[in-house]
């Protein structure tokens, strides 16, 4: 088990954001973590990330107690979170996007060469085929901004990687590029941590379902556990769908 959480918490306030919510993450495996706006979704990885800490509970790396103190710890212990915004400055090329704020040295300047041909060898090994690195980054599809980045932290040594409703804004076909992309990043040993309120893209994806309501946990299942059709109707509310429809039907 790389990363963990036992029953951990987070208020703002008087505001409880999140309340005894438990996790895991193992190498290899995708953990979906569902919810609609408002279920606590930014909180939890916001604490994974490094950007709050938590209240309550336990956050566990490796198995041993952690708390991070910042963003730089949680990517200094692997953990790489992509998020909506990508991060990324739409004017550069892809390579230099690729290398932002870690770009290879040779002497004093920028190793060019080196950054072009690295960028395009990651990008080719998780099977993602940019025509040119040097075309700037904003010219690709959402698809294929989110594969980059997905790249680049394989690339920098994540071990996990989470990433923030990566197909919100996607169409279908932009979608399914993301999530084998994800499939990729999983075959190569990473724990990611996928957040979305889709269950149609977290089912084929997924070994492991988190679904949150309001801050707290829904539970955690695996995938042999629960169906794609109670996925959804656990994530919509089944008591409310039944009212509605009751409220709906016509006389």
């Known amino acids: 088990m790389i990363l963990q959480t036992k029953g951990i918490g987070k208020s703002f ?12 993450v193992e190498a290899g495996h995708v953990t979906c973590v569902l919810g609609d706006n408002g279920a606590g ?9 490094g950007v709050h800490q938590h209240d309550a509970g336990s956050l566990l790396v490796d ?32 390579w230099r996007n690729f290398f932002l704020g870690s770009e290879p040295r040779k002497g004093l300047g920028f190793d060019v060469a080196k950054a072009r041909r690295v ?18 980054v904003g010219t690709l599809s959402g698809g294929e901004r989110q594969s980059v980045a997905i790249a680049r932290a394989v690339y920098f040594g994540a071990r996990v990687l989470i990433l923030d409703e990566p197909t919100s804004a996607l169409g279908v076909k932009q979608a399914g590029v993301v999530l084998r992309y994800i499939a990729r990043a999983r075959d190569r ?34 995938k042999a556990d629960i169906t794609r059709e109670k996925l959804t ?17 016509r006389d």
């Open 63 to 94: 198995g041993a107690e952690t708390r991070f103190g910042s963003p730089r710890d949680a990517l200094d212990r692997g953990i790489a979170t992509v998020y909506q915004d990508l991060a990324m400055i739409p004017l550069m090329s892809v």
């Open 189 to 222: 040993g990473l724990g990611v941590v996928f957040i979305t309120h889709n269950p149609h893209h977290a089912y084929p994806v997924g070994d492991r379902f988190l679904l949150l309501n309001r801050g707290t946990s829904l539970g955690e299942f695996a």
């Open 41 to 49: 979704k930014s909180t939890l990885i916001k604490i994974l990330a």
């Open 233 to 249: 109707s656990m994530m919509a509310g089944e008591a409310e769908l039944k009212e509605l429809a009751h409220e709906l039907e």
């Open 13 to 24: 306030g008087s505001v409880l954001a999140l309340r005894e919510v438990s996790m895991s």
């Open 119 to 136: 960028a395009r060898d990651e990008l080719r090994a998780m099977g993602i085929d940019v025509r040119d690195v040097d075309q700037p």
